[in-house]
């Protein structure tokens, strides 16, 4: 039986991609996010949509809806959903003789 394959963890947010999600939410986009840690509540790879960006000094101030519920976290707990790029090998042409 085939193994099941695990993502792998993604970078935290850094300052330019809280800025990035406050300004696509202005907007009124609802940008993916994913939990990279897993919490008593929350799972590791849980994925919600960021729904509010508040002020930085509150520590967990990036909010996320998860189902009905709108959850705070810190830029640290979070990383930008998506695919994971491709691996360097599989992009790379083989050498010729």
């Known amino acids: 039986m085939p193994t099941r394959r695990t993502a792998a963890t993604p970078p935290a947010l850094t300052d330019d991609d809280v800025a990035a999600l406050r300004e696509k939410v202005q907007s009124g986009e609802k940008p993916r996010v994913v939990i990279r840690a897993a919490s008593a509540a929350v799972a590791a790879g849980t994925r919600g949509n960021v729904i509010r960006v508040g ?3 509150d520590g967990e101030f990036v909010v ?6 709108e959850v ?3 830029p640290n707990e979070l990383g930008i959903a998506g695919r994971p ?7 790379s042409t083989p050498a010729t003789k």
């Open 55 to 57: 002020d930085p000094k």
């Open 64 to 69: 996320v809806r998860l189902g009905k519920d």
């Open 72 to 74: 705070p976290f810190a």
């Open 85 to 91: 790029a491709p691996a360097a090998a599989a992009t």
